[in-house]
């Protein structure tokens, strides 16, 4: 009779202790502290943090659009040879002078953005 109630109490063993251990996690609160069940401030705190997490992606696509308008600017602007700056006003601090289509302008180092145009090469330089 050992022999039959062993195999039969310990199959109801293990389920017992299946039971007990799953318990627990189904109810351990997510990473925000929300139960299994949806209460209105989980909700309310998921679509916040979606919020949260649409505006930082935006705001990360207009830096990086920003910073390639600066990087496009800056690669069809030449610098002035040293000849050429020699004939100008050195400029203000933060400052520098390109050639863009043919016109010479004083744009901001930072930002790359026109801050002057002086006028075309060819009269500015003569």
């Not at 989980?42 to 979606?50: F, G, I, S």
């Not at 069809?76 to 203000?92: F, G």
């Not at 145009?117 to 009269?123: I, R, W």
């Amino acid at each position: 009779m050992t022999r039959a109630t062993t195999p039969a109490l310990t199959g109801l063993a293990i389920l017992a202790s299946t039971i007990a251990l799953s318990a627990p996690l189904s109810a351990a609160p997510d990473a925000r502290g929300c139960f299994g069940k949806e209460s209105r401030a989980c909700v309310q705190k998921r679509r916040q943090d979606a919020r949260e997490e649409r505006r930082e992606d935006r705001q990360e696509a207009r830096r990086d659009e920003r910073r390639e308008d600066r990087q496009e600017a800056r690669s069809q602007a030449r610098r002035l040879s040293a000849h050429e700056l020699r004939r100008l006003p050195k400029p203000a601090r933060g400052q520098e002078y390109r050639v863009i289509d043919n016109r010479v302008v004083r744009i901001d180092s930072d930002t790359a953005q026109v801050v002057a145009v002086l006028g075309l090469l060819s009269a500015v330089l003569d």
